[in-house]
């Protein structure tokens, strides 16, 4: 079994995600989407509701697993049996950080990490200018999957 973990915050999944999510199930037999508890930062959405919206919109996968971790994502690896790490690169921007991590997980756990880079589409997208642009009424339609939009829109307008 050929299993592989997408880790993140999620909050909330878009369709940057769910690109390289359903992109990663179809090279492996099992993807696991860990979905970090951060307990310094209070997020929009609960770690509860992040994992409902996530098991709803990658159902259609078939094999895609939605955990939730803290601590250190190779203790997860480790515990889950997962010996490899996919992460999406948006830009050049996000490699320096990502590759110190990759060379970290690496050296502690031999853990590896795949690079996989994100559709141009979603290049500028991140939850955190999503929930911005949310927040003050812009349209945020196309950017993530429509329950995810309503979800913000109720959870952001009341
Ligand atoms: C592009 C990208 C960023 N992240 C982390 C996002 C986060 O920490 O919420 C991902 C997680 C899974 C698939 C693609 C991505």
Partial sequence: MRRVVCPGSFDPVTNGHLDIIGRTSRLYDEVVVAVLINIEKTGLFTVDERIDMLQAVTKEYGNVRV???HGLLVDFCRQHDIPA???????V???DYELQ???LNYRMSGVETLFM???PEYSFLSSSRLKEIARYGGDVSGLVP???QRLLIER???
């Fill in 85 to 91: 790490i996919v992460k999406g690169l948006r830009a």
């Fill in 156 to 158: 952001l307008r009341g």
């Fill in 117 to 119: 880079s994100t559709n």
């Fill in 93 to 95: 921007s996000d490699f």
């Fill in 101 to 103: 991590m990759a060379q």
């Fill in 146 to 148: 429509d329950l995810v």
């Fill in 67 to 69: 955990e939730k971790f």
